[in-house]
């Protein structure tokens, strides 16, 4: 199966911008990529998803470069409720596996 | 809309019993899954469904069986419990077998094993 890598923990401060990235080195032709945010006691929320180069929405922005191998969620402007654990999700063979997580800690 | 309902929302479990977790969506999706989770190894999947009539095997499915009788139920069941089961069991549907469908979350069943 393949395996999907990320940091495991990151800081910053309310205001700024934080970038995520998330390494997926056997990423299916098909498949896509898909990042969640995780609060404590609830179940993982859907951030934002995409294919290839840039996708934005309302909350975040989404990188992919040409091969695929790798992607960066980008959160513009942290917020203290922004303090979660942030996924990577990529669909491999019908079976979707999940990365391993990174805790972000926004501080006033 | 409830979206993905489980039950029960924890439970204190005897080793050697056995229990179903319950899930149960409204939303019409075709695929469901079951993960696991646990401090330090994030979301592994247990077993999936990619429609009704149809089960599989994810990345730890040992210990774990599932059914999918119909669209909206995947019941999770431990047939004889161990100690190492104790995690916060989630459900989770899409519509459309995962790719390019965003996964929808129930809040969790908390399982103690003891």
């Known amino acids: 199966l393949a395996k999907t890598t990320q940091p495991i923990s990151m800081d910053s401060y309310e205001g700024q911008e934080v970038n995520i990235t998330c390494s997926h080195n056997?990423?299916?032709?098909?498949?896509?990529i898909t990042w969640y945010q995780q609060f404590p006691s609830q179940g993982p929320r859907f951030i934002i998803q995409g294919y290839k180069t840039k996708v934005t929405n309302e909350v975040a922005s989404l990188f992919i470069p040409a091969d695929r191998k790798s992607s960066t969620l980008s959160l513009p402007r942290v917020s203290l409720s922004d303090t979660a654990v942030y996924y990577c999700?990529?669909?491999?063979?019908?079976?979707?596996?999940f990365g391993t997580g990174t805790r972000l800690q926004v501080f006033p | 809309t409830a979206g993905i309902t489980q039950a029960p929302t924890s439970q204190i479990l005897a080793a050697g019993r056995s229990m179903t977790l319950r899930c149960t969506q409204d939303?019409?999706?075709?695929?469901m899954y079951w993960y696991r989770q646990d401090l330090g190894l994030g979301l592994r999947l247990i077993h999936y469904?990619?429609?009704?009539?149809?089960?599989g095997k994810g990345e730890v499915p040992d210990g774990y069986s599932v059914s999918r009788a119909n669209t909206d139920d995947f019941p999770l069941t431990l047939a004889s419990a161990v100690p190492s089961q104790t995690s916060v069991y989630f459900c989770?549907?899409?519509?459309?077998?995962?790719?390019?469908?965003?996964?929808?979350f129930g809040n969790g069943t908390r399982l103690t094993v003891t």
């Open positions: 999700l990529v669909g491999v063979a019908d079976k979707l596996i």
């Open positions: 469904s990619n429609t009704a009539g149809t089960t």
């Open positions: 056997n990423i299916a032709t098909n498949d896509y």
């Open positions: 989770a549907s899409s519509a459309a077998g995962g790719r390019g469908s965003p996964l929808h």
């Open positions: 939303m019409r999706h075709n695929a």
